[in-house]
């Protein structure tokens, strides 16, 4: 009878929204929506035509010459690294938590995701503040990998929790090891999640200023913004900045094949069965001596070194009110740049989810532009277009805005279309059957109905803005610090007793909106 019913109740939305997908996009849709994806275009566009200013055999010198080449080796060799590590630790943990009997293992797999409320710059700052001979690539490989393993935990812990341990159990019976199982059964599954994960870290590590420049170690961001500072010539910084951008779009698109080849599925009917947890016997011990010493690197240790700076280090660089001005900054760009991002996002991911036509999927394509564009490069393409086309622009607000809106309207846009998903289409064109105009139809209906979603991708926005640098850096305006940008300076000085207080309200304006996030979930 229930089963009956269900059906019946989803059969009408389903022709509802076949329906919605034939019909024409709206203006108040189609306007807005197209504005965002010109704006997303905006700075890759602009940057290529800086790029190519003087010629295509200037842009080609700059690209081959040897500098170029050892920054395209040295960020490759940092890739490398941090992918590796964060495969280790990430897969590692991952089996622990979910297929074994380690004590303690919720406690485990929370600590296991805190490390993403500490922005990489400020773990970088912490383990050079403790040992500054770690200063090059060492330092970087280091702080990267414990900021950014979570991205390869969290995937392939869901991915444990889904495979079906019937195949696993079928290769036992037909005499299988646990460890040749484990590689010809469970690995091949996980390989899309881990894949995943991965590529989140690699396209983290290139796009990432903050923990190279207080590491210094010279990567492709570092360079683009040390050239952009030192010459009144801007092409060699466009230039490296395409360079840059085509290495992400390569990433992006291996793994799109890769996860286009992979597939894994059970063919038996009714639900999988929790997976049996394996126990650690006498390797509990070293189980937990390992999560224990991961916890220790990436949790524990920036919080203590925080901690120490704070109550050791030389009091008299405090400045309270420098640090109120930047708090106050951070917040007041943070929640001016969600609020942008968000009206922005909205048209964007309601097209995406009512409309199937090829208008509509382009039009999310082009914002999911910026996602691949590192924010150093977002940041000089804006600097170049305003300083040529719209110069009253340069450093003030409106402008940083922009850049914000630009690399960050993807994770609002992914929010809103899912929210907007998960409600009843059937009420909108109830709505459009009494006369309602589509405007009246979106404020009255779709958005009341997807404002829970819509806020929690709000708040997603507001923490990634406020711990965002590169671009605040190059973009801010004059005389406006934030917590990052004076962190920045502060750890750039050497003073870290200065730069402690920074990194302490960044770890705790960031923690709030987390931990909300974290209990809606």
Known sequence: MSTHGSRTARRPASAFLAMAGRRRPPLVLLLPATAAALLALLPLGYLGVRALEHGWEYAWDLVTEARTLELLGRSLALTAIVVTGCLVLGVSLAWLVVRTSLPGRSAWAVLATLPLAVPSYVAAFTWISAAPSLAGLPGAAITLTCACFPYVFLPVAAALRGIDPA?????????????????????PQLRPAAAGGSILVALYVLSDFGSVSITRYDTFTRAIHSSYQASFDRTPAAVLGCVLVAMTVLLVLAENRTRG?????????GNARPPARLR?????????????????????FPLATLGYWLTIGNSADWNPERLWSATLSTVTVAAAGAAVTTLLALPVGVLSARHKGRAARLLEQSVYAGHAVPGITVGLALVFFSVRYAYP?????????????????????????????????????VARSLGRSPLRVLREITVPLAAPGIGAGAALTFVVIMKELPATLLLRP?????LATRLWTETGAGAFAGAAPYAAAIVLLAAIPSYLLGRRS
């Not at 080849?261 to 009917?269: P, S, Y």
């Not at 189980?287 to 991961?294: I, M, Q, R, T, Y």
């Not at 846009?413 to 289409?425: F, H, K, T, Y």
């Open 167 to 187: 195949q696993e159990e079928a290769a036992h019976s037909l005499g299988s090891g646990s460890l040749r199982t484990f590689w010809r059964v469970t690995a």
């Open 261 to 269: 080849r992979a597939g894994h599925a059970r063919t038996g009917r």
């Open 280 to 300: 650690l016997g006498r390797w509990t011990v070293p189980a937990l001596a390992w999560v224990g010493a991961v916890a220790a690197a990436t949790v524990a």
């Open 393 to 429: 622009l340069y450093q003030e607000m409106p402008l940083l805005i922009a850049a914000y809106v630009v690399l960050f309207l993807p994770v609002a846009v992914a929010s809103a279309r899912a929210a907007v998903l998960q409600s009843p289409p059937v009420l909108e064109e």
């Open 478 to 482: 004059t005389g406006t610090d934030t």
